[in-house]
């Protein structure tokens, strides 16, 4: 078992109803992300894989992340995140 194997990506894990219809938007803040990628390293271990490269560099001369597919919200991104760049919005689903 690796060190990311004991986090838990399932946020929704005991959630009413309500709770269960809400849908998470990571949001980076691209002034702020200098393009470390952690957030994608982390959200790939965590088994969730919603963070990609995106292939554009940040005005640091990293690699700017990008979203694609369906996060769950478990925030991990967030709090790896060293610039606080990258927020999990929560959103309601149709
Ligand atoms: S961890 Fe933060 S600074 Fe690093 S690429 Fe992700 S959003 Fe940008
Ligand atoms: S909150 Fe962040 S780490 Fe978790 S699934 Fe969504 S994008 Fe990935």
């Known amino acids: 078992m690796d060190y990311f194997s004991s986090f838990s990506t399932s946020s929704n894990q005991g959630a009413s ?17 200098k393009g470390c990628l952690i957030c994608v390293y982390v959200c790939e271990k965590l088994g969730a894989d919603v ?13 700017l992340p990008t979203v694609s597919g369906e996060c769950v919200g478990c925030r991990w991104c967030e709090r790896f995140c060293p610039d606080f760049a990258i927020s999990v919005e929560e959103v309601e689903a149709c």
């Open 51 to 63: 963070l990609k490269e995106s292939g554009e560099s940040t005005a640091m001369g990293g690699v």
């Open 17 to 33: 109803p309500s709770r269960m219809r809400k849908k998470f938007s990571p949001i980076i803040n691209v002034n702020v992300c």
